[in-house]
């Protein structure tokens, strides 16, 4: 095994996760760190929550594509290191997610890590990604809390894979990598839990499909 390669690749793939998507949108485009007001996190939801949907979307859409690129350098550089391209790939994610949370680029204070864990499962376990999507968009349609929908998603990844959802039998890998995402954003997603059970956590009305009613009529 070559052991050069492989800490390359999983260096690498750190890095990519570490670039800091949300401080440089919010800085660059509002001369704010995002990390000071709302959740202070980096992440597409707390941006969306401070900034509106113009910082929300480009962050989202720039930190799944960091997972992406995270997993296909791993495979890419690790090629030669002795291991199966299942392993690169995740280590590569988990790279990447360690990269989100804690970037070097910026103090080891980032995000939350579900789009960049969503870019890198995109790219390794796309039917299982489709299930969780499902799970996300039920939570956040009925409640309209990300998080909760999030943590949802994370849960619902490990299930997929067990019962076959990229194949039977599963891969050991695979099943490795959603056994640990899921433990990975319930961690990261700790205070979140926390404001849920207080019924202090901030629900996004618009993402619900089924809006309360008030003296009958809508919202």
Request: aromatic share 8%; with cysteine.
């Amino acid at each position: 095994m070559n052991i050069t390669l492989l800490i390359v690749a999983i260096v690498l793939a750190y890095l990519a996760g570490s670039f800091p998507t949300g401080l440089i949108v919010g800085k660059l485009l509002f001369g704010a760190d995002p990390r000071e007001q709302g959740s202070k996190v980096t992440g597409a939801t707390n941006m969306l929550r401070v900034f509106g949907a113009k910082a929300a979307i480009p962050v989202a859409i720039v930190d799944v594509g960091k997972g992406a690129l995270a997993v296909a350098i791993a495979a890419w550089v690790g090629a030669t290191s002795g291991l199966p391209r299942e392993a690169l790939q995740v280590m590569g994610a988990i790279a990447a997610m360690l990269g989100h949370v804690f970037p070097i680029f910026a103090g080891f204070r980032g995000g939350k890590g579900v789009a960049t864990t969503a870019g890198a499962l995109i790219v390794m376990a796309p039917v299982a990604v489709i299930f969780c999507a499902l799970g996300f968009l039920l939570v956040v349609g009925l409640t309209g809390i990300v998080s909760a929908a999030s943590i949802t998603a994370a849960i619902v990844l490990p299930v997929a894979i067990a019962l076959g959802a990229q194949g039977v039998p599963p891969n050991n890998w695979l099943l490795g990598l959603g056994i640990a995402v899921a433990l990975f954003i319930v961690f990261t997603h700790r205070t979140n839990i926390e404001r849920i059970f207080r019924g202090e956590e901030k629900a996004f009305e618009k993402f619900r499909f089924l809006r309360r009613r008030r003296g009958g009529h809508g919202d």
